[in-house]
């Protein structure tokens, strides 16, 4: 079914609103155009390409709200946090994160990407992860974009421990989960 330029240019202007990391070619596959009338479209539209969208989402710098680690030791870029309750990051999946043979990601990198976001939402100058229980959901492919989403789950003041659930998409389908029981040095 065949949408006139206005509702499409709506719609558009919608579906990049609640997915800001949606790329050019996801949206003309949902519209039924093709790449270049998509461009067109966001120019008309005045809404910038992938990578300035998920740029000024991060404008808002964290170098400072990131306590735990140093921001450049972070595997994949934050692009929200709120220290003590939740987070998320993204990671694009290169040649040298994947496997020549196959172009499968090694599995490291995905789970580092989920450790080290759970690492960063904990509002301490130390957080260590204890125990982890994972699961691949399905392989991660060269090219892929990884988003990681963490969220504070419990903080039990009496271990000094802080429970993270992340769960890691490509394209809104779960290809990571994990559960993070994270050491830090003091409540706050």
């Known amino acids: 079914m065949k949408i006139n330029k206005r509702e499409r240019q709506k719609l558009l202007t919608s579906t990049i609103k609640e997915n800001l990391f949606i790329t050019d070619e996801d949206l003309a596959e949902k519209f ?9 479209d966001r120019l008309e539209l005045s809404i910038p390409e992938l990578r300035e969208r ?13 306590r735990s680690l140093p921001i450049e030791e972070i595997i994949g870029e934050i692009i929200d946090i709120d220290l003590d309750h939740n987070a998320i990051s993204i990671f694009d999946v290169k040649q040298e994160h994947v496997f020549k043979r196959n172009k499968i990601a090694r599995g490291h990198h995905v789970f580092a990407q989920a450790n080290s976001l759970a690492m960063a939402v904990i509002n301490d100058e130390l957080a260590l992860t204890a125990k982890a229980n994972i699961q691949f959901k399905r392989s991660v492919k060269q090219n892929e974009r ?16 802080t429970f ?7 394209n809104n389908e779960l290809v ?10 003091k409540l706050n």
């Open 54 to 66: 998920i740029r000024n989402a991060a404008e808002t710098r964290f170098d400072d709200a990131v």
């Open 176 to 185: 990571f989960t994990g559960e993070f029981d994270m050491y830090r040095s």
């Open 32 to 40: 039924s155009v093709s790449v270049q009338t998509i461009r067109l």
């Open 164 to 170: 993270v659930e992340v769960n890691s998409y490509v």
């Open 146 to 161: 990884v988003i990681a989403k963490a969220k504070v789950e419990k903080i039990d003041k009496e271990s000094g421990r």
